[in-house]
């Protein structure tokens, strides 16, 4: 069973860039499709960001796509986002997510493993 845990968050401007990491443990990582996800306050969970287990397919939500760069280095166990262009709307709590498939996904549901979230917050 594999552990996610995520880092990088913190407070921004708005234009700024962060760089989230999502470093797993526990399991064999290349097995896995790996996603993005946040949540707002008083907002559902939305899908940002998936790949491939072998990282050569992304996807993006519209929301972020252009700006945002989902990448991973199955060497070191370890899934990035690169967040670029951000604005005040990105502030959410932002999770890693594991799904042991060879199909990405966009929906949270499908994927069982979760990390615990770093807050990014972008200020205007």
């Known amino acids: 069973q594999v552990q996610l845990v995520e880092s990088g968050g913190g407070l921004v401007q708005a234009g700024g860039s962060l760089r989230l990491s999502c470093a797993a443990s526990?399991?064999?990582?290349?097995?896995?499709?790996m996603g993005w996800f946040r949540q707002a306050p008083a907002k559902e969970q939305e899908f940002v960001a998936t790949?491939?287990?072998?990282?050569?397919?992304?996807s993006y939500a519209d929301s972020v796509k252009g700006r945002f760069t989902i990448s991973r280095d199955n060497a070191k166990n370890t899934m990035f986002l690169q967040m670029n262009s951000l604005k005040p709307e990105d502030t959410a709590v932002y999770f890693c997510a594991a799904l042991d498939s060879s199909w990405p996904s966009p929906e949270s549901n499908d994927y069982p493993y979760w990390g615990q979230g770093t807050q990014v917050t972008v200020s205007s």
């Open positions: 790949i491939t287990r072998s990282g050569q397919t992304t």
């Open positions: 526990g399991g064999t990582f290349s097995r896995y499709v």
